[in-house]
């Protein structure tokens, strides 16, 4: 008697338990799949944007695999499953900075009559064996998760050797050949050294930061990026004196307005800029100090003393180890995936999601949403792409600066200054006034159309919780917000989110825009 056909309900329901018990073997009867291959998709890189894509590919049950493998820093430093985010970027920079909160709480707490005593005293260890408590908590879900919905996972590095085929490479040697009908990239980026004596041998980065095994001490963080900037932060908070070394300027990229807000706030906090100066060399003295030596854009040289030194100078994507020329994927200068089509590559069937894609934005929610909608796109049926205009994001700096939307600079250059109008204000939380605390860096701004009903094209704030209060706002400015429906809006009070709809002085009049009352 001849065996049913696959489609047959016996066969089928045989097929379902196959796929629930064994992965691999889900070739033998998965609907919809190509037997060319040996995967429907595989995406090399275990970050937010490639588990985000790979889990919504196995909803639709298609035979996914997930490539991941992180080459250790040059101190060593190494982590699980989860990316970037998960492992030495969001989640431990999130938990570091409440830390550092929770020191000014305290401060601020005997204002509110807490009988706190003078000596109190922070443990490092115990707060870096909670962020990687927490972290490996995350890195054990990511791997029920992918189990629990079929993916199968591999802990190892994969190049392409054509443009279907794929060689993963395990850290003991072992090699294995896959093919998928689809790939995606999502190998993220990596923090960049500079080339200077002493740099790898002896300093640090954000890769490291969350999990050294002693206190930092007395630190230099050399870059004014927002990693740069949130570290240094954090550090200060938590007691360590912290110097920044700084090129030029801070948050290029941002509304410098409000980056000048950020630093001016750190330095009143303590934390030392060194400005326009750049590294030379990093020594180890006798004694484990380091020692750095620095030069200025006139010539003068020299030596700064710290106990650690981490460099937060920008980063690189993580593409030169991919063998992406014999699978014709171009790259850009920079290094990143060439995008053809949203997150299509050069070759039509191999994809780039997260911060290796050029013209991307480099945040994990992005990475999500992105890995997520180009899922549904492949085996949904959906035609939704992602919206990478209007993206809000928060730099998690003692006091935080939040924004959606262009910055002042770039909506001039867009649209000319004559064209635009800024409202804005000075505002202090109320939170602040008992605990005495200067308010003189909370500030927010809408940047605004010049005519009809002026809509909203950038929104900024610096303050407690900004991020917190920027994602309601978020979402009305993705939708088309204009002052004048925030300022028909009541606000909520008393409440820092509520200055943002009574924002009513404008940059143009002059006036002097500090928050006196209601």
């Known amino acids: 008697m001849a065996l049913p056909m696959c489609g047959s309900r016996l066969l089928f329901l045989s097929c379902r338990k196959i796929h629930r018990l064994s992965p691999i073997n889900r070739t033998i009867c998965s609907q919809g799949s190509s037997d060319k ?110 189990k629990d919905k079929n993916v199968q996972y591999m802990n ?80 200060n908070g938590l007691g360590f004196p912290t110097s920044v070394m700084v090129r030029s300027i801070c948050l290029r990229g941002f509304d410098q307005q409000m980056a000048r807000l950020v630093t001016d706030q750190m330095q009143s906090k303590g934390v030392e800029f060194l400005w326009h100066i750049v590294p ?10 380091l020692t750095m030596t620095w030069m200025d854009g006139n010539g003068v040289s020299g030596h700064l003393h710290y106990d650690t030194v981490m460099f937060a100078i920008g980063r690189d994507p993580e593409t ?25 590559s050069s070759v039509p069937h191999i994809y780039a999601l997260g911060d290796i894609l050029q013209g991307g934005i480099e945040l994990t929610p992005v990475a999500i949403k992105a890995g997520k909608l180009l899922a549904q796109r492949l085996f949904g049926n959906q035609t939704h792409t992602m919206d990478y205009e209007k993206v809000a994001t928060t730099v998690f700096t003692p006091l935080e600066y939040s924004c959606v939307g262009l910055s002042e600079e770039a909506a001039i250059e867009r649209h000319g200054e004559e064209n635009i109008e800024v409202y804005h204000a000075f505002y ?73 709809a009574k924002l009513h002085i404008t940059k143009r009049s002059g006036l002097d825009p500090t928050v006196t009352g209601c």
Not at 322 to 328: Q, R, V
Not at 433 to 453: H, L, M, P, Q, W
């Open 37 to 146: 291959y040996d995967y429907d998709l595989l995406v090399i890189g275990g970050g937010s944007g490639g588990l985000a894509c790979a889990k919504e590919a196995a909803q639709y049950d298609k035979k996914v695999m997930v490539l991941d493998y992180v080459d250790p820093t040059p101190k060593g430093t190494k982590w699980g499953l989860g990316g970037t985010c998960v492992n030495v970027g969001c989640i431990p920079k999130k938990l570091m900075h409440q830390a550092a909160l929770l020191g000014e709480a305290i401060d601020d707490s005997r204002k509110y009559g807490w009988q706190v005593q003078d000596d109190v005293t922070h443990s490092w260890d115990t707060l870096v064996a909670g962020v990687q408590n927490h972290v490996k908590s995350l890195n054990w879900g990511h791997r029920i998760q992918l």
């Open 156 to 235: 190892a590095k994969g190049s392409f050797v054509d443009n279907h085929t794929v060689k993963a490479v395990t850290a003991k040697g072992k090699e294995e050949l896959v093919t998928a009908e689809n790939i995606v990239l999502a190998t993220g980026m990596r923090p960049r050294y500079p080339k200077i004596p002493g740099a790898l041998e002896y300093g640090i980065t954000s890769d490291d930061i969350f999990s050294l095994k002693k206190p930092p001490g007395r630190t230099l963080v050399i870059g004014g990026s927002y990693v740069a900037l949130e570290c240094a932060g954090f550090l």
């Open 280 to 289: 030379q060399q990093l020594e180890q003295t006798q004694d484990d100090h």
């Open 320 to 344: 030169s180890s991919l063998n992406l020329d014999l699978a014709g994927v171009e790259l850009t200068a920079s290094g990143k995936i060439a995008s053809k089509n949203g997150e299509q």
């Open 428 to 500: 202090k939380p109320v939170e602040f006034s008992v605990a005495e605390r200067t308010a003189e860096f909370c500030y927010i701004k809408a940047i605004c159309t010049g005519d009809g009903d002026q809509r909203i094209l950038g929104l900024h704030i610096s303050g407690p919780h900004a991020g917190e209060m920027m994602q309601g706002f978020a979402a009305a400015v993705k939708c088309g917000l204009t002052y004048h429906q925030l300022a028909s809006t009541v606000g909520i009070h008393p409440t820092s989110a509520e200055e943002v």
